[in-house]
């Protein structure tokens, strides 16, 4: 298939289209460079920078290229961030967002896959979250990308727009190729952050609150392999001849702040301060999704579910890549 990746300089968006060249398919990345990276995009892929709010542009995009399909990666997602720049978040992503489904739909093109968030979920009654959870955006991120999943719906209704709106937490580890990792200006997860510390390039890490009613006091989250991730996009797209779905995404199982950091001591073998702080407002003590669903339809498996695996490929490409892209 011709596939449109924007947002395929990202972290994530970068991972997938090397799993997509690596099946075959022949993948356009669409992306105007602000979180990504141009070394990120895989050499086989055609690149084009551009960006979403310029509709000409996207426009000319689909004029050029024979899009069959369409995976939408490029967003701001800065959770913190969308908290103090509400306009950016729930201004910018919808409005790129609406602007690439229109195009999407006047070029005929009829499968579309957005990488959502379970952000969605502020406030969750039962845990793993499942579909079934009522959704409260926990952010005007988390209320961006709920405004595209209803605009997809409704796209479905009107014009048989077939799509899958994939829901996860935090993605971790790295491409087990070692070409493609995570490299992100201000990093803000914990993996990556743990490893600087690892390598010399900060001095501690903070670990915010030991005293939740967790098995260590530390937060649980659930962190799944990016690898694992790409391959159920790749799976959702493929399934989409069987109507629009709906997936939360998770390795089924959730890691402490503090299990994180010793698996992290564990791979690179080096001492890595762990500094206890006050603890975040808003910080639940658990936050885990359920991948139920998805392995049941689709027959997903994570490849990469336990820790010390997502912490090694991710060891592996700071390593080798201290300086993220640049070097």
């Not at 600087?196 to 915010?208: D, K, Y």
Request: aromatic share 8%; with cysteine.
């Amino acid at each position: 298939m011709n596939i449109l990746v924007t947002g395929g300089a990202g972290y994530i968006g970068s991972i997938v289209v090397e799993e997509l060249i690596g099946q075959g398919d022949h993948v356009i990345v669409f992306d105007n460079l602000y979180y990504g990276h141009r070394a990120a995009v895989h050499p086989d892929a055609v690149f084009v920078q551009g960006d979403l709010a310029d509709r000409a542009a996207v426009k000319a995009l689909f004029d050029v290229h024979s899009i069959e399909a369409v995976m939408h990666f490029a967003s701001y997602t800065l959770v913190g961030e969308s908290m103090q720049q509400p306009f950016k978040y729930i201004g910018d992503n919808v409005t790129n967002g609406l602007n690439l489904l229109q195009e999407a739909v006047a070029h005929g093109v009829r499968r579309f896959i957005l990488s959502s968030t379970a952000n969605l979920f502020d406030d969750p009654a039962r845990m793993p979250i499942d579909e079934a959870e009522r959704i409260v955006p926990g952010s005007p991120y988390g209320e961006s990308k709920h405004i595209l999943e209803r605009m997809l719906y409704w796209l479905d209704r009107v014009h048989g727009f077939r799509y899958a709106a994939l829901r996860y937490f935090n993605a971790a580890g790295a491409s087990p190729t070692g070409e493609r990792g995570e490299d992100h200006t201000p990093e803000t997860h914990l993996i990556p952050l743990v490893l600087q510390a690892a390598l010399g390039q900060r001095e501690h890490i903070v670990v915010f609150g030991d005293d939740y009613p967790t098995r260590d006091g530390t937060c649980v989250r659930d962190y799944i392999h990016v690898t694992d991730l790409a391959q159920a996009h790749i799976l959702a797209l493929q399934a989409l001849d069987g109507g629009s779905r709906t997936y939360n995404l998770g390795n089924g199982q959730g890691f402490t702040v503090q299990e994180v950091i010793e698996a992290c001591r564990e791979v690179t073998g080096r001492q890595i301060k762990a500094v206890i702080g006050r603890r975040r407002p808003g910080d639940p003590a658990t936050l885990i999704a359920s991948s139920d669903k998805i392995r049941r339809e689709l027959g997903w498996q994570p490849r990469y579910p336990d820790l010390r695996t997502i912490v090694e490929h991710a060891w592996a490409w700071h390593r080798s890549h201290p300086d993220g892209y640049e070097n």
